[in-house]
């Protein structure tokens, strides 16, 4: 026959049982919820920063190269799908160059009537089945993520040339940069789209430097504007600002690819001693003329996968896509 004091302990030891039982549930729900939620959380996140990044190179087709608008929203969702997402979970924003939501991607009607669409952001969410949790709580894990992809102007960045692109400076016409006689800044020309200049060789414009030996050369890194002083000498290298494709001058042969350079308004200095006022990129497709000769045709703007980024871009800025959030 069991006494009291057995009954008490045996009593006892059944609460204590099942209290370290539902702690270590607690602990497991932990370890293998967890670690799961983790993963997911992980797996959103990749597929935001990927699908904000797609729906921002739609934005910029869609903006400034007229592609349908329309495939900003599908590409968004069709990438965060393809990384796993939950399709009924996915949201996609048009935002303006801060980040603030402007509209719904699929809203083109709005988004396309404002110019401060420069923005992609991406919500993604799945739903993570949980045994242990469920248990305990009574409910499923959800993982959520968002990234904000942005279209911005490249200012900094590195070119082995400068161009003088003002012809009131003595630069070749049609001027490439046109000056905004309210707020001052400078931009493309449109009517110089298509255009071939002189951008390097002995008898390129010095932008009112008085110079007799500028050449074009020029030697960064810089961030624009900034006056940027002649490199002496011959130096033919890529710029570091790369153009985005197998377009791109990639290597010391400068010659049938796409090269960023400087675009200056300004010169001053004389002799050999001269430096350029520069202000902006310019994309153009560089053709070697002769050993120390190179010309280059102006483009309606590039893609950049390098540099130093700022300020709202234009359809005929060179412009980076890149995460901004």
Not at 141 to 146: D, I, N, S
Not at 207 to 234: E, H, M, T, Y
Request: charged content about 15%.
């Amino acid at each position: 026959m069991r006494t009291r004091a057995q009954r008490d302990e045996s009593g006892f030891t059944m609460t204590l049982t099942a209290l370290l039982m539902v702690s270590l549930l607690g602990v497991t729900s932990v370890l293998i919820d967890g670690g799961a939620g983790f993963s997911a959380r992980r797996q959103m996140q990749n597929a935001a920063d990927a699908a904000s990044l797609a729906g921002a190179r739609a934005l910029d087709q869609a903006r400034f190269s007229a592609a349908d608008p329309s495939l900003v929203d599908a590409t968004a969702r069709s990438v965060a799908q393809s990384n796993k997402a939950d399709p009924n979970q996915v949201t996609c924003q048009v935002t303006d160059g801060n980040g603030t939501p402007i509209a719904s991607c699929a809203d083109t009607g709005i988004w396309m009537l404002n110019t401060a669409a420069d923005g992609v952001l991406v919500t993604t969410a799945v739903t993570v089945p949980s045994t242990f949790a469920k248990a305990i709580k009574g409910g499923d894990l959800t993982a959520r993520a968002t990234a904000t992809a942005g279209i911005r102007t490249v200012v900094g960045g590195d070119a082995p040339f400068m161009l003088c692109a003002n012809s009131l400076k003595g630069g070749d016409s049609p001027s490439i940069l046109l000056q905004d006689p309210i707020t001052g800044g400078w931009y493309i020309n449109p009517l110089a789209v298509g255009h071939t200049y002189n951008i390097h060789g002995p008898q390129v414009p010095d932008c009112g430097a008085g110079s007799n030996s500028f050449k074009g050369l020029a030697n960064g890194p810089f961030v624009l504007p900034q006056w940027i002083p002649d490199s002496p000498g011959v130096r033919a290298g890529p710029s570091t600002s790369q153009v985005a494709g197998d377009t791109g001058c990639h290597d010391t042969v400068l010659n049938a690819c796409i090269l960023l350079v400087p675009l200056c308004v300004d010169g001053q200095g004389q002799g050999s001693s001269v430096q350029l006022y520069c202000v902006g990129f310019g994309a153009f497709q560089i053709s070697q003329t002769s050993a120390n000769k190179h010309t280059g045709t102006l483009l309606p703007g590039a893609i950049a996968t390098s540099g130093q980024t700022s300020g709202n871009p234009g359809a005929d800025s060179v412009r980076e896509i890149k995460l901004i959030a």
